[in-house]
Nanobody, 115 residues
Framework: QVQLVESGGGLVQAGGSLRLSCAAS????????MGWYRQAPGKQRELVAT???????NYAESVKGRFTISRDNAKNTVYLQMNSLKPEDTAVYYC?????????WGQGTQVTVSS
């Protein structure tokens, strides 16, 4: 089993920055993709960004140029640096770890951007 613990959410004004962290523990297969998804009220969960254990990244168009995903494989931790935040970035952000056969989710952390 794998546990994902997120931290770093909060309230910030538009134009501000936040950094999310997600630490994975348990039986973690070396080859995996970690990432962040978000879900705003009344909307479906959507991809924000992902990063493979080799460092390949993928971003949603809406966050390109503002958000940066990174990871520390030695610590099994993934980060999301969010800059130039907008009110439409307000959502619960979920950490995800997936391999070919399993898919794990964190509990989520609230990010609220005020205008």
């Amino acid at each position: 089993q794998v546990q994902l613990v997120e931290s770093g959410g909060g309230l910030v004004q538009a134009g501000g920055s936040l950094r999310l962290s997600c630490a994975a523990s348990g039986r973690i297969f070396r080859i995996n993709t970690m990432g962040w998804y978000r879900q705003a009220p009344g909307k479906q969960r959507e991809l924000v960004a992902t990063i493979t254990n080799g460092g390949s990244t993928n971003y949603a168009e809406s966050v390109k140029g503002r958000f940066t995903i990174s990871r520390d494989n030695a610590k099994n931790t993934v980060y999301l640096q969010m800059n130039s935040l907008k009110p439409e970035d307000t959502a619960v952000y979920y950490c995800n770890l997936r391999t070919k056969v399993v898919n794990y989710w964190g509990q989520g952390t609230q990010v609220t951007v005020s205008s």
